[in-house]
């Protein structure tokens, strides 16, 4: 049978697990039809899952139809959970992406759209709930065409002309024969040259057995290696508690007591369809398994021949303090650790100084799941503050940066050039330093010191982001270097140019973004306009909606002025209105001086992060300020000041 794995996403509410359950139930894997609105879809198994009529995690279940052997892998909808979506994303074959018919491609499907661009992965397009009044399945076409791509091409009937025209070596075929093979449309949907689109309605089981059929028949199986690869892709914790780490096997096989990391075993094998395991010996390349009991593996590492992917695009942006509430603090830390473990889009700090328990998250409904789990899961009754933006920093200009570390028997000075790189870049290091000047063991000590610990900024203490950072020079001693020594100059370096760099407004405070779509009566476009440009946000005009009364507007707006307009909405529209935010990036803070003001940062005073250095005079080592370093430094400046 063709093995297959492919992931379910869509836009909250489109129909994705029902999808997903009308999927199983033709295959025969399921007698009885679950709801999500009833609580007992069979995909959605958890409690607070059936509460609130969501997915929250990343499911999986395995089905066979007709000569396709299907594992499933049902993603949250909702933005809050993105960053389950975004973990599935890695191991996929292909990808089927939801889309309702009645509320159409929506800013968050067009998020999804550009992270399965991101991973590449090829793409089938259903579109649900035809049964609808309103559903015009050739103005659907047309959208997809518009808004996601012109590949989108309705399935239903072939039109091989129109398939032929998306790909040059197509054409040809198809000009010479007039017909084009089933391996070159293949092909053409695993490049994402073409994306097949099916319609149905799948509450009715409408349009279902169309999709699976074309799946049996237009994808192709993942070419597999000799060698043992896999990918982590979730990280949960059974009913008892034991933590699972989920891998797709890319390569080899993978047999009970093999190592898989360092000096971790795989004591147990588990086949997963939805909450319900099966405990095999052996699994082979292209197989999905989860291993119970490993602690060294994280979402998005890769295993055996394979190399980690690239941090997520997804960063939470909201921060929130706990209150224990009476709680054992050790206790609430413990337990967020754990859901930290599970969810990438859940930054746990503990702030050592101020004895408090700091969270970075996507939104309010991530809040709310949290509560609750902590809750029902651990019996930790907890609450939070209100929330604060969670900034970042960069750099606008070019600096080299010198940190010198010489106390007595102790000798190290590096020199960093850090340069700008576009938004969403992160940090990239690099080595441009001879060897005869620097050993390549001390280079690589460097490196590995700044990748040791998060880098902040010099406004305001946030964290580091869109920079190139590249050791250019440096010196060691033969006699009294030590690994700690270029720790501390490294560390030193990088924030000594950053204040070399704020000397000469050389940075800026980012902060993020919210892509909104916004629905208000004719009449209240005016107060929609007024607030948007109150809010320091962009906006466009797009079109009336279906009923002619309502109009939509599109644009972007700082999520620290947006957060909390949907109730404003809800307000002055008396419940006709709606607003949907979708993170959109980081752009440069609108009252950048408003936030450093407020935040009150002192970079010179943050003593474990300080762009001072050490020097060394009559047998004893000195503080240098940051400002004077380069007037003292060892070695002649690569890149001079200007």
């Known amino acids: 049978m063709k093995s297959i794995v492919a992931g379910i996403v869509a836009h909250v509410d489109a129909g994705k697990t029902t999808l997903s359950e009308g999927m199983l139930f033709e295959a025969g894997e399921l007698r009885k039809l679950g709801r999500v609105d009833n609580g007992d879809a069979f995909l959605d198994p958890e409690d607070l899952e059936k509460q609130r009529g969501i997915t929250i995690f990343s499911h999986m279940a395995k089905l066979k139809f007709n000569n396709l052997d299907l594992t499933l892998l049902d993603t949250p909808g909702h933005a809050d959970f993105a960053s389950q979506t975004e973990q599935v994303l890695s191991v996929l074959d292909y990808a089927v992406l939801v889309v309702s018919a009645t509320d159409g491609v929506t800013g968050y499907t067009r998020t999804l759209w550009n992270l399965l661009q991101t991973y590449q992965v090829p793409t089938f397009i259903f579109v649900n709930k035809m049964d609808t009044i309103t559903a015009n399945a050739n103005q659907s076409l047309i959208q997809l065409q518009q808004e996601l791509s012109e590949g989108c091409l309705a399935f239903d009937k072939l039109d091989l002309e129109t398939i032929a025209m998306q790909d040059d070596q197509a054409l040809e075929e198809y000009m010479s024969t007039d017909s084009l093979s089933d391996l070159t449309i293949q092909k053409l949907i695993q490049q994402r040259q073409i994306f097949p689109v099916y319609f149905g309605a799948a509450l009715k089981q409408q349009g279902i057995v169309e999709l699976l059929t074309g799946m049996e028949k237009w994808t192709l199986e993942m070419e597999t290696k000799r060698e043992f690869g896999a990918r982590v892709f979730k990280i949960s914790h059974d009913t008892k508690g034991e933590r699972l780490t989920w891998l797709r096997l890319t390569g080899g096989q993978l047999k009970v007591k093999d190592l898989i990391v360092g000096d971790q075993k795989a004591n147990q094998l588990r086949t997963y369809s939805e909450n319900k395991f099966s ?34 695009l997804i960063q939470p942006v909201l921060n929130y303090s706990v209150n224990l509430n009476d709680n054992d603090l050790q206790k609430v830390l413990t337990a967020l650790r754990q859901l930290e473990d599970e969810d990438p889009l859940l930054n746990v700090i503990w702030q050592s100084e101020s004895q408090e328990i700091q969270i970075q998250i996507m939104g309010n409904m991530q809040l709310e799941i949290i509560q609750q789990i902590l809750m029902e899961r651990f019996n930790l009754e907890v609450t939070f503050d209100k929330g604060s933006i969670v900034y970042k920093e960069t750099v606008t200009k070019s600096i080299e940066g010198v940190g010198h570390f010489e106390p007595l028997r102790h000798y190290a000075e590096a020199h960093l050039l850090i340069e700008p790189l576009p938004r969403g870049s992160g940090i990239k290091l690099a080595l441009d330093c001879p060897q005869e000047v620097l050993s390549i063991n001390w280079q690589h000590q460097v490196l590995a010191n700044l990748q040791s610990k998060p880098q902040l900024g010099v406004l305001t203490g946030s964290l580091l982001t869109d920079v190139q950072i590249t050791l250019v020079t440096g010196r060691a001693s033969n006699v009294h270097t030590v690994g700690g020594d270029f720790r501390e100059a490294t560390w030193r370096a990088l924030r000594q140019g950053l204040m070399m760099l704020k000397a000469q407004d050389g940075l800026a405070l ?107 005079a009559h047998g004893a080592g000195y503080p240098v300020k940051w400002d004077q370093v380069p007037e003292m430094a060892h070695v002649a400046y690569r890149y001079p000041i200007a």
């Open 279 to 312: 405990v095999v010996s052996e699994v082979v390349a292209g197989q999905v398994v989860a291993v119970p009991g490993l602690t060294a593996t994280y979402p998005g590492q890769g295993i055996g021949d394979k190399s980690d992917t690239v941090a997520p």
């Open 510 to 616: 980012l902060e993020p973004w919210y892509q909104f779509t916004l629905v208000v009566g004719k009449d209240q476009v005016g107060r929609a306009i007024n607030d948007i440009q109150r809010m320091d946000g962009k906006f466009n005009l797009e079109s009336e909606t279906n009923d002619q009364t309502m109009v939509t507007i599109t644009g972007k707006a700082p999520i620290a002025e947006m957060q909390d307009y949907a109730q404003t909405v809800n307000g002055y529209t008396h419940g006709q209105g709606s607003l949907e935010c979708i993170f959109s990036g980081y752009q440069v803070a609108h009252n950048t001086s408003e936030v450093i003001d407020g935040l009150q940062y002192d970079p010179v005073a943050d003593v474990s992060n300080t762009p001072d250095s050490v020097f060394c």
